[in-house]
T-cell receptor, first 120, second 108 residues
Framework: NAGVTQTPKFQVLKTGQSMTLQCAQDMNHNSMYWYRQDPGMGLRLIYYSASEGTTDKGEVPNGYNVSRLNKREFSLRLESAAPSQTSVYFC???????????????????FGPGTRLTVL | SQQGEEDPQALSIQEGENATMNCSYKTSINNLQWYRQNSGRGLVHLILIRSNEREKHSGRLRVTLDTSKKSSSLLITASRAADTASYFCVEGGFKTIFGAGTRLFVKA
């Protein structure tokens, strides 16, 4: 049981390049999340998916797109990277979702190890 | 969705002392959660308290919730150097908005 995995761990892009950050969970969770964290700051929600087939904007969605490919996978795409997108990106999943989820830990989010992205 | 606001922003204590962090929020909640983040890593869930609970314990952690004041506190007793981390509170809805956190530094 790997939990939440993210690839790649590190990435350096040039301004204008595109890339997709991958996230997968093997816990059969309903909800998945993408956050970014700038140095010394808290997490900011980019997009979330409360169930397979649905996605919603978070606090800072501009410049990003997401795909909930299936229940396991939730990818984040930068179409044209900018230096302001230099950050650490965290993916998270949670049992609770629009499709259900019960139990004492249903609202607990489980985080991946992060992807460190630098845009030059 | 709503954001938890942690206070203080930073806290430095000696090993063995207790650490108290506070969280305020603006609207009604179903539950409130506390997370810990060690430097550069993903967040780890510590404890969840439901809106109908006033206090909850887990090992050296004690969380209180005052829904009339829309506030919660996290107490870490007998702190250790390994408790050095950032601590965040968040309401448990779908659209989770984290605050800036409290950075705790425990000196050995």
């Amino acid at each position: 049981n790997a939990g939440v995995t993210q690839t790649p761990k590190f990435q350096v892009l040039k301004t204008g390049q595109s890339m997709t950050l991958q996230c997968a969970q093997d816990m059969n969770h309903n909800s998945m999340y993408w956050y970014r964290q700038d140095p010394g700051m808290g997490l900011r929600l980019i997009y979330y998916s409360a169930s397979e087939g649905t996605t919603d904007k978070g606090e800072v969605p501009n410049g990003y797109n997401v795909s909930r490919l299936n229940k396991r996978e939730f990818s984040l795409r930068l179409e044209s990277a900018a230096p302001s997108q230099t950050s650490v990106y965290f993916c998270a999943s949670r049992p609770a979702g629009l499709a259900g989820g019960r139990g004492p830990l249903t609202h607990t989010q489980y985080f991946g190890p992060g992807t460190r992205l630098t845009v030059l | 969705s709503q954001q938890g606001e942690e206070d203080p922003q930073a806290l430095s204590i000696q090993e063995g002392e207790n650490a108290t962090m506070n969280c305020s929020y603006k609207t009604s909640i179903n539950n409130l959660q506390w997370y810990r983040q060690n430097s550069g890593r993903g967040l780890v869930h510590l404890i969840l308290i439901r809106s109908n609970e006033r206090e909850k314990h887990s090992g050296r952690l004690r969380v209180t919730l005052d829904t009339s004041k829309k506030s919660s506190s996290l107490l870490i007793t007998a702190s250790r150097a390994a408790d050095t981390a950032s601590y965040f509170c968040v309401e448990g809805g779908f659209k989770t908005i984290f605050g800036a956190g409290t950075r705790l530094f425990v000196k050995a």
